[in-house]
């Protein structure tokens, strides 16, 4: 297959602007990991056209996914996780060409993973985190079982994840057997959600109970790297100025109802600036001070 492919790689690698290219093979019929093709041929250039570039390919009566990704693209993914087969593509994809050892450097990147990379990963997991629980506990309340399930389900997701990259390891494709091994009594709360024999109404009762501890364990944490980006000055921030910082724009939509969760839980503390309307104040927030 490497043979057929040899000249579309090529062409690519003598591109003064690729870094790497790296080839997956499919390793079943119901593949996700190369979208159901033969083969995927993944290249990273240091800046392309577009971010994210697509073509198909037809050969010998396989098929074949080319993707040329800016690295800009490439950090993102890997950062949110929002493109988990890529991982696996890194890590795993057989090297075809790797300008400077750039292949090599990302992979020893991954598998060290950084602490301040780690906690950003860890403040965008837990904000993710809140978010479902929240929402799935708002839907218990009015008896939506199905909708609170939902959630719940994402919720416990995310705290699989979050714990397993509090033990210094990116979240894999497979999550729940990763973190089998890693903290079992996250994996036990997913197995009693999905298998118990309990009522439904039962087992979300449960699985909220379980969730405030676990949350509150993963506070400190989860809290991390905001509370150490909201340290950086020693004046308030307006949710303005929030939304301006580039180092929480990872956070995204889940911003506001951490900020808020965290208020509430008193690790923020809100102050008041007063406005033209009589009664009315913004709210600035700061850490708060023991």
């Known amino acids: 297959m490497e043979d057929v492919l040899r000249p579309i790689y090529q062409e690519r690698a003598s591109h003064p602007q690729t870094l790497g290219i790296l080839m997956i093979e499919k390793g079943s019929d119901y593949s996700p990991e190369t979208d159901l093709f033969d083969v995927v041929l993944f290249v990273i250039v240091r800046e392309g056209e577009e971010p994210i570039f697509i073509k198909h390919y037809a050969f010998e009566e396989k098929s074949a996914s080319l993707h040329i990704v800016d690295e800009r693209q490439v950090k993102e993914w890997v950062l949110l996780g929002s493109n988990r087969k890529v991982m696996n593509w890194l890590l795993n994809g057989k090297v075809l060409f790797d300008r400077n050892e750039y292949i090599e450097q990302w992979r020893q990147r991954l598998l060290q993973f950084p602490i301040e990379e780690r906690k950003v990963k860890m403040g965008i997991e837990f904000a993710k985190l809140v978010r479902r629980y929240i929402e799935g506990r708002s839907f218990f309340e009015k008896d939506q079982w199905l909708d609170a399930y939902n959630h719940v389900l994402h919720a416990l997701h995310h705290l699989a994840r979050l714990s397993?990259?509090?033990?210094?390891?990116?979240?894999?494709?497979?999550?729940?057997n990763q973190v089998k091994h890693i903290e079992p009594q996250v994996h036990k709360l997913y197995a009693e959600l999905v298998g118990s024999e309990e009522t439904l109404d039962k087992?979300?009762?449960?699985?909220?109970?379980?969730?405030d501890f676990f949350i509150h364990s993963k506070l400190k944490q989860g809290a991390s790297h905001l509370i150490h980006v909201l340290e950086k000055k020693e004046t308030s921030w307006s949710m303005a100025d929030l939304l301006n910082e580039q180092e929480l724009a990872v956070y995204g939509v889940d911003l506001a109802i951490l900020l808020e969760f965290l208020v509430e839980k008193h690790i923020l503390s809100v102050e008041k600036i007063a406005t033209k309307g009589q009664g009315v104040f913004h709210r600035h927030y700061m850490v708060e001070k023991k």
């Open 203 to 211: 087992r979300l009762q449960l699985l909220f109970l379980a969730s």
């Open 164 to 176: 397993i990259i509090e033990n210094g390891f990116y979240p894999e494709v497979t999550v729940w």
